[in-house]
């Protein structure tokens, strides 16, 4: 099955500065990838997705993610960080209806 | 919009007790999923369900059944709870469409406790 693995559990950084979220697939066939958002005592939304139409995918809030073929990476990222983007991020790969998420990271945003 | 609705949001069991989490959807969607997620390990599929009255098993899904009587409902049952199935549960629902494969709605969770 195919997987993803999130590098770092948190990470923090001080408003204003980039962020920089690391996840990377493992997968035999050109995958379907998805970034979620989950803010405290919330499910999970979706922040973006990437479906082999384009390898810089924007999404909301500011964030956007590239597709690497040769680093099999899919990270997001934003130029400047906001108080309300504190919450944890999850890197997912969709084979099917089979989709899996990795572990997750904790973003803080310091002021 | 209601979206995912799940039921309860808390619940504390003993050991060997039995109960069902309900999760309802009003966006009329086919495919829906049930996760649990532990710290450290992200959310891991338990059952999904295509349609009414089919079920596929996800990851983890030792200790549970599902039903999915008709096109809104989705349930997750324990039938003898155990420790290691503390953890928080999320309902998930996603569009039948091609274009949107992959984006799942989600509920709230519910926060499951077994002592």
């Known amino acids: 099955a195919q997987s993803v693995t999130q590098l770092g559990s948190h990470v923090s950084v001080s408003e204003g500065a980039l962020v920089l979220l690391r996840c990377n697939y493992s997968?035999?066939?050109?995958?379907?990838l998805f970034w979620y958002v989950q803010y405290p005592n919330q499910g999970l939304q979706l922040l973006l997705k990437?479906?082999?139409?384009?390898?810089l995918v924007k999404g909301i809030n500011g964030f956007e993610a590239e597709f690497k073929k040769s680093e099999t990476s899919f990270h997001l990222t934003k130029p400047s960080a906001h108080m309300s983007d504190a919450a944890e991020y999850f890197c997912?790969?969709?084979?099917?209806?089979?989709?899996?998420f990795g572990a997750g990271t904790r973003l803080t945003v310091k002021p | 919009n209601a979206g995912v609705t799940q039921t309860p949001k808390f619940q504390v069991l003993k050991t060997g007790q039995s109960m069902t989490l309900q999760c309802a959807q009003d966006?009329?969607?086919?495919?829906m999923y049930w996760y649990r997620q532990d710290p450290g390990m992200g959310l891991r599929l338990i059952y999904y369900?295509?349609?009414?009255?089919?079920?596929d098993k996800g990851e983890v899904p030792n200790g549970y059944n599902v039903s999915r009587l008709n096109k809104r409902e989705f349930s997750l049952r324990l039938e003898s709870a155990a420790p290691s199935q503390t953890s928080v549960y999320f309902c998930?629902?996603?569009?039948?469409?091609?274009?949107?494969?992959?984006?799942?709605?989600f509920g709230e969770g519910s926060r499951l406790t077994v002592l």
């Open positions: 998930a629902s996603t569009p039948d469409d091609a274009n949107s494969i992959g984006e799942l709605f």
């Open positions: 369900s295509a349609s009414e009255g089919t079920t």
């Open positions: 997912a790969v969709s084979e099917g209806w089979d989709m899996r």
């Open positions: 990437y479906t082999s139409a384009a390898t």
């Open positions: 997968s035999s066939v050109p995958p379907y």
């Open positions: 966006m009329n969607h086919n495919s």
